[in-house]
């Protein structure tokens, strides 16, 4: 059997780019992708915070350290400048590998800086 696990989480993230005619995907700074482990040509989960849109792409590689976060082609009509989203990469794992993974989380500011990285959410408090 295997589940879907989270892999990556680009948290909190700034649109800086929507390109309706550019070939789609979501272009994302370089050193994200690197620290994050999201892959060029990756499947990513875009959840857009500000407007409650949630839709599927693909990464594809910006320049290192531009803070480039551009989403492209139809999508573009999901995400404009300045909207705040939460990218996400899954991987598939079987019973084993599940107890050994962590994820990658990575938290932004809003010029899309690294605030800090972690591999825990905390728990939720009632």
């Not at 892959?39 to 350290?65: K, L, P, S």
């Not at 803070?67 to 990469?89: E, Q, R």
Request: aromatic residues 6%; proline residues 2%; contains cysteine.
């Amino acid at each position: 059997m295997f589940c879907t696990m989270l892999k990556a989480k680009l948290h909190r993230a700034r649109v800086t780019h929507s390109e309706l005619e550019y070939e789609g995907s979501c272009a994302i700074d370089g050193k994200l992708l690197e620290l994050s482990g999201i892959r060029e040509y990756e499947q990513i989960e875009i959840y857009n915070v500000t407007n409650g849109e949630r839709f599927t792409t693909y990464a594809i590689r910006a320049e290192d350290g531009s803070g480039l976060i551009s989403v492209n082609g139809a999508a573009a009509h999901k995400a404009n400048p300045g909207d705040i989203v939460i990218i996400c990469a899954y991987v598939a794992l079987d019973a084993q590998e599940m107890t050994r993974h962590k994820p990658v989380l990575v938290y932004l500011n809003e010029r899309n800086e690294v605030i800090r990285t972690g591999n825990t959410v905390p728990v939720q408090a009632a």
